[in-house]
């Protein structure tokens, strides 16, 4: 293994171990990149010296180390590129970039698979020491060979697309999965903004890192949906106000979009949904460079709103309040959502460094900073989720949300989506308390005091704002008392008539001081800023205990599945039971069986060494 072998040029750099692959490392650290390499290339010689004959092996050995040595060589390069423009990459990444830019540009030989197992079982002969670090990128090459003998036939079935633009896209998706390659998952996504307006809206790929403790490796998910029109006129109306609505936001023009990007905004139905959780609502393309620059889609998951309510039960709030929350918590989750994913993720510019050219006016900057603030931006090829690392996702979402409490008490914002008078004053008041209501019963479910860390973005992110919120004068109060039970109770005391001014004051504050440390790159304010507002002490410490005795269990979403009989598309619908979860995916892999069951062993196989307790 590489830990056993002496090169100081690795040893002490920022390398780690990553699943039980010997190549498979994450660094942020190009230099010991560059020293790995160099020990790789030391061992392909030392590989040839230990085992040269004079005989067919030899001969085929060393054509198998000149391509590796080209390989290296092409890998070198690529890394002093890549530290030139400053950007990380592992180096697993490293080879399955190179190795496709070689099969593609290049169309070089590649040994058959069943040579290249023997080839390996020669090299661990010669070096039973080294020859693991090439046993697994002899692997990858077997499976390249196996690719390369598979004609790679593009994707035209105009049957399941209904235009170019999905073909294009889909062509592109499968490429990014063939290959790895990340550059042509953006262009699939680049196709999908264009896709204005279809009636079947799909997505897939890793796209969500909230998961990750880093904040960087995106979790797979995909979906089907079908548009819900009379909510997407409503979303529509909200496009088309959003240049007027983005002025109302507290911070400076400077720190807006030159121009908003318009998007494709609808609510979608889900057919299904397939990760680790359902969102209700989605803003993507996540590429900065592609949503900034070129666009990106709203999407409200619509269906996913009621069922998440169905049957809810509400702790700490009043029988009034919950009398509210009953009648309009979907309807001001809606507006939350719209404001969230359009004006929330959809606002706000990245000052930044292009072409050796400031995207920003320096000087108007500078006035809006704190005195003796520096000023910062973020570098060519710096991205949000580089700079911001691991508060990234919860930091993001914290903004979102306190964009849509900001907007949604402008009486036009609600007038859009139908609520006028005293109805819409309730759906203010619901819409902040349901925030509230996150904060005090939902979030404390993802802290965790051991470690003293949130296991989810959007339950610190509203933690954040219900302490925000207790700083205002006279707006909220979280009384502890005996429930009826006899056991420890809280109750939530949320004062109506001071959400349109001290309320609008500590959000708009707030929100102003994200922005600023997002746009100008200021991760170490944005640190302190936000550990000061998710740090859990005293009483919240004691009242964890409370909220875990009165949790509810999580929501399982029972998902339809979909048959073709004949030209018609037969919709299946289940019992909303644990029972009728089962079906839909007894029904899902019916005689597909066995090559589920292989499918989850091999993942069981491969990840059961990362588990262990």
């Given amino acids: ?49 230990k085992v040269r004959k004079e005989d067919k092996t030899t001969n085929d050995l060393q054509g198998f180390l000149n391509h590796q040595q080209n390989y290296v060589d092409k890998l070198l390069k690529e890394i002093k590129h890549l530290k030139e423009e400053k950007q990380k990459m592992s180096f697993e990444l490293f080879a399955a970039k190179m190795e496709v830019e070689i099969l593609k540009k290049q169309q070089l030989c590649i040994y058959e698979p069943g040579y290249i197992t023997g080839l390996v079982q020669e090299l661990q002969k010669a070096s039973s020491e080294r020859a693991d670090i090439l046993s697994s990128y002899c692997d990858k090459v077997q499976s390249l060979a196996y690719q390369k003998s598979q004609p790679f036939v593009p994707y035209n079935n105009q049957t399941s697309a209904s235009n170019e633009t999905e073909v294009h896209m889909v062509e592109k998706y499968i490429e990014s999965f063939a290959t790895g390659s990340l550059d042509a998952h953006k262009d699939g996504s680049r196709f999908w903004i264009k896709n204005k307006g279809p009636i079947i809206e799909t997505y897939v790929g890793f796209i969500e890192t909230y998961r990750d403790p880093s904040g960087v490796r995106g979790e ?81 998951l619509g269906n996913v709103i009621p069922a998440s309510y169905k049957d809810a039960k509400m702790p700490f ?5 919950k009398a509210l929350m009953d009648k309009y918590r979907v309807e001001s989750f809606e507006v939350q959502v719209g404001l969230h994913e359009l004006l929330g993720h959809g606002s706000g510019k990245l000052l930044r460094r292009e072409k050796g050219e400031l995207n920003f006016d320096e000087a108007a900057v500078k006035n809006i900073l704190q005195a003796g603030e520096e000023l910062k931006y973020y570098e060519e090829g710096d991205i949000y989720d580089s700079v911001f690392t691991t508060i990234g996702s919860a930091y993001e979402e914290c903004r979102a949300e306190c964009v849509g409490l900001y907007l949604s008490l402008d009486k036009d914002v609600l007038r859009i989506f139908g609520h006028e008078g005293d109805e819409a004053e309730d759906v203010i008041y619901t819409n902040w308390l349901s925030m509230v209501f996150a904060g005090v019963a939902k979030a404390l479910e993802m802290y965790a005091p051991a470690t003293n860390a949130w296991l989810q973005a959007h339950s610190q992110a509203r933690y954040a704002i219900l302490q925000v919120m207790l700083e205002a004068d006279g707006l909220l109060r979280i009384e502890e008392r005996t429930g009826e039970d006899g056991n420890p109770d809280l109750l939530i005391k949320l ?59 999580r929501k399982l979403f029972v998902q339809a599945n979909t048959e073709i009989s004949g030209e018609d598309i037969i919709l299946r619908n289940y019992e909303a039971s644990p029972s009728g979860l089962i079906k839909s995916w007894t029904d899902r892999f019916a005689g597909k069986e066995a090559s589920l069951y292989k499918a989850l062993t091999d993942i069981y196989n491969k990840d059961k060494d990362q588990f262990k307790f």
């Fill in 1 to 49: 293994m590489p830990e056993k072998v002496e090169d100081n040029s690795w040893k002490n750099s920022s390398l780690r171990r990553r699943n039980s692959d010997p190549v498979c490392y994450v660094t942020t650290d190009e230099d010991a990149d560059v020293g790995f390499m160099k020990l790789y290339e030391d061992t392909l010689q030392d590989l040839l010296q």
């Fill in 495 to 553: 004062e109506r008539s001071k959400i349109p001014t001290e309320g609008k004051r500590v959000i708009g504050d707030f929100l102003r001081k994200l922005q600023v440390f997002k746009a100008t790159a200021n991760v170490k304010g944005a640190k302190a800023l936000f550990d000061k507002y998710t740090e859990v002490k005293e009483p919240w410490s004691k009242w964890r205990d409370i909220v875990l005795a009165r949790r509810t269990p």
């Fill in 220 to 300: 797979f998910e995909g979906f089907v949906a079908v548009v819900n029109k009379p909510m997407s006129a409503k979303f529509s109306v909200l496009v088309e106000k959003a240049e007027t609505l983005l002025k109302l936001l507290p911070w400076d023009q400077v720190l807006e979009k030159d121009t908003f990007l318009r998007p494709d905004f609808t609510s979608l139905d889900v057919v299904s949904f397939a990760g680790s959780g359902i969102p209700a609502g989605i803003n993507i393309p996540n590429y900065d460079e592609i949503r900034q620059n070129e666009g990106f889609k709203n999407v409200s």
């Fill in 317 to 321: 709030v009043s029988s009034e309040d």
